[in-house]
C-alpha cells in the first residue's frame, strides 16, 4: 500500500492516477483511492473537523486492506494532515510506504485549481489545511517528491524507481521497459 500524502494541490491525485495507469497497463492491478472519489461516497457523511478527518483516514485504512487483500496495489492519496492519524496505516501489517508530495503551500494556493484556496483565505471555507488548520509534515516518509519544475510524468516515474528497487534486479527492467511483464517481488 502507498499513501500519498500533501496538501491540496500538491499534486496527489495527479501522481496516483498516473502511477495507476502505468501500473495498470503493464498488468500489475493496482486502484487509487482518493479524497475526490471517497469523499463523494463512503465518506460523504464526514466533514474536514480533526474527529472526521480521523474517521476518513481509519475507514480509507479499511478499505485498502481490502484492496491488498485482494492482492492490489493500493494507493491512498489523502490529505491526512495529522501525524497521530497516519499511524493507522502504519500500524497494519500491510507492506506500508509513505509518500509526501512535499510542494510548497505558496505553488499550492498559486495552483488552485478547485478555486479553494482562495475561498479558504475569504473565510467562505474554515478549517482549511495550510491555512487555518495545521499541516504536520510527515517526519520520516520512505520518498519525498518536489513537484516544482518536475513534470506528472517525472514525479510518478520517481515513486516507480522506489518500487522497482523493492523488487528481484532481474525483473527491474521487465517492469521498466514490457509491457504486461510478471511482477514478482523479493
Ligand atoms: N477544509 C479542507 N481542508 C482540506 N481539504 C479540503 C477542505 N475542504 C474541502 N477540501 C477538499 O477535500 C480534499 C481533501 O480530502 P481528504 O479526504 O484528502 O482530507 S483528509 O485526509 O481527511 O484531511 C481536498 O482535495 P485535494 O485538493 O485533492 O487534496 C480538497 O479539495
Ligand atoms: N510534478 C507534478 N506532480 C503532480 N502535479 C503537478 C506536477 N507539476 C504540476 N502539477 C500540477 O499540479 C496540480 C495538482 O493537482 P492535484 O493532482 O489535484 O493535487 P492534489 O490531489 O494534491 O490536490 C495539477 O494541475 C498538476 O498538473
Redesign the pocket.
Known sequence: MYVIL???????????FELEAYLVSRGIPAYGL???NIRCGLNKDLSFSKKDREENIRRVAEVARLFADSGQICLC?F?SPFAEDRRIHKESDLPFFEVF?D?PLAV?EQ?D??GLYLKARQGIIKGFTGIDQPYETPEHPELV?K??D???E???MQVLSFFASLLCPVYIADFFYWPHSLFVSK
Open positions: 500533501g496538501l491540496s494541490g500538491a499534486g496527489k491525485t495527479s501522481i496516483a482518493d479524497g475526490d492519496s490529505v508530495v510542494t499550492c495552483r485549481n478547485k517528491l513537484t516544482v518536475c513534470t506528472v517525472q514525479s510518478a
